[in-house]
């Protein structure tokens, strides 16, 4: 972090400044779609990317770039951009690198949704993902060739909290010549900053912890500034000239804030993905308390995994930040103040106990979302994971006896009580 200012200033101040016409100490929610010109030449000067201001709230607005710049700080990236979604993030940080016939690759082990949207969505723009066990390097090499693009990874992966030796990925990525995206959404800049491990651009669903009590969706790309995108041919979109602005290269023109200018210039103005005021303002009171909240997410977790692994009617947990994990000793060195709160369980009593444990839980809600302020649980296998074959739903971390928690931030005592009566239920 270059600032001189710790985490805990900076998830408060990073981006923030009275606001310039009335002093108000909050960021003002800016709910306006659109910013008075000065004259003519103003106008056509922002039209030109000759001098940056407000235009219109597709491309950027005042309170959403309060977020920007929180979040880009908090990273120790050069730049944001904020999205509708975590989806929407994803898309938007492939855009500028894919183009039809190009391939990203991508561990195997992501949330759900991003593998859906990887195998099959992303086809659809003549783009592919070509998914590896990230564990395995000579794999993650043997996969690249000379259509690949981009490599894309979780640094704390869902759904079973597996984390990803990024330092190794960002070697072979380095080496290729590729950029390496993370996505961070599961640990946070709070307990892992992929950019200090190699990642070229992190992307996070601010949906989860960053927001934190799931009230509104958005997402965001970050960019560290360094990687050289003319290096190569690979990346025309950066190094090239934009026919649309009137042949202005990118890279060339705004150096390390290429990515993030022509996310803006190009990807919001075209593609639209763009979050709203009022959401920005939303998960900028969330990151406000994102350090203190995850202390104690970890802690819940710690504490709630332990007890389950300890349990007689449960087979296995796999949470990281257990001595027992395999992945126990990656944490020391990629996410040292905790393993989030996300994880999995296995039940001796298989599906129909899995079925029977989700409905007889009061505190923990079921739902399809991660990373709130209350708990959460799944039943993978007889919902997101559904459509699947055993085998797919076993190589996906799903199985039928697997039951995915997301710790929130109520007492574990309280927490651990909820558990124990629905594993009653569930062998009852
Ligand atoms: C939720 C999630 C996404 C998708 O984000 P949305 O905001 O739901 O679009 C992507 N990656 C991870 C790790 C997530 O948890």
């Known amino acids: 972090m270059d600032s001189p200012y710790g985490f805990d200033t900076l998830q408060i101040h990073a981006g923030a400044r009275p606001d310039p016409a009335t002093g108000a100490r909050q960021t003002p ?39 920007q710049e929180r979040l880009a700080t908090l990273e120790g990236g050069v730049g944001g951009v904020c999205c509708s979604s975590g989806h929407a993030a994803q898309l938007m940080a ?30 659809r723009f003549g783009w592919s993902a070509k998914f590896v066990d990230t564990d395995d390097l000579d794999a993650v090499k043997a996969a690249i060739d000379e259509d690949t693009r981009a490599i894309f990874c979780e640094s ?46 992190v992307v996070h669903s601010t949906t989860k912890y960053l927001t934190g009590n799931g009230t509104v969706t958005g997402g965001v790309v970050i960019d560290n500034g360094r990687f050289d995108w003319s290096a ?27 990515f993030t200018f022509h996310s803006i210039a190009i990807g919001l103005r075209d593609l ?3 979050m709203n005021p009022q959401a920005a303002h939303y998960t900028l009171m969330g990151i406000e308390t994102l350090s203190l909240r995850m202390q104690k997410h970890v802690e819940n977790a710690v504490k709630v995994a332990t007890w389950l692994e300890n349990d007689p009617r449960v087979e296995y947990v796999t949470y990281a930040g257990l001595p027992s994990s395999p992945y126990h000793g990656r944490m020391a060195k990629i996410c040292p103040k905790g393993a989030s709160s996300l994880f999995t369980f296995a039940l001796k009593g ?10 007889g839980l009061n505190l923990f809600s079921h ?17 997101t994971h559904r459509q699947l074959t055993e085998e797919q739903q076993k190589a996906a971390g799903a199985a039928p006896n697997v039951i995915r928690l ?23």
């Open 272 to 274: 639209g993905m763009t």
């Open 406 to 428: 997301s710790i929130g931030l109520e007492d574990a005592d309280d927490l651990i009580r909820d558990l124990d009566e629905a594993l009653a239920a569930a062998s009852a």
């Open 29 to 67: 929610i800016y709910q306006t779609t659109s910013y008075v010109f000065r004259d003519a030449d103003h106008a056509a000067a922002l039209f030109n990317l000759q001098e940056i201001g407000y235009i219109y709230s597709r491309l950027t607005n005042p309170t959403v770039s309060v977020l």
């Open 350 to 359: 298989g599906y129909e106990a899995c079925v029977k444990f989700v409905d």
């Open 156 to 201: 704390i992966a869902n759904p079973g909290g597996y984390i990803t030796d990024l330092d190794a990925i960002a070697k072979i990525a380095d080496e290729a010549g590729l950029p390496l995206i993370v996505d961070n959404t599961t640990a946070t800049p709070y307990l892992c900053r992929p950019i200090e491990h190699g990642a070229t651009l």
């Open 367 to 383: 739902v399809a979302n991660l990373g709130d302020t209350r708990s959460l649980v799944i039943h993978s296998a007889s919902t």
């Open 232 to 258: 190569s041919d690979k990346f025309p979109s950066l190094s090239q000239p934009e026919p649309a602005y009137h042949g202005l290269k990118f890279h060339e023109t705004f150096g390390h804030l290429a």
């Open 94 to 123: 492939l855009f500028p690198l894919m183009a039809p016939g190009r391939n990203v690759v991508s561990s195997s082990r992501l949330y759900g949704g991003t593998v859906t949207q990887f195998s099959q969505t992303i086809k």
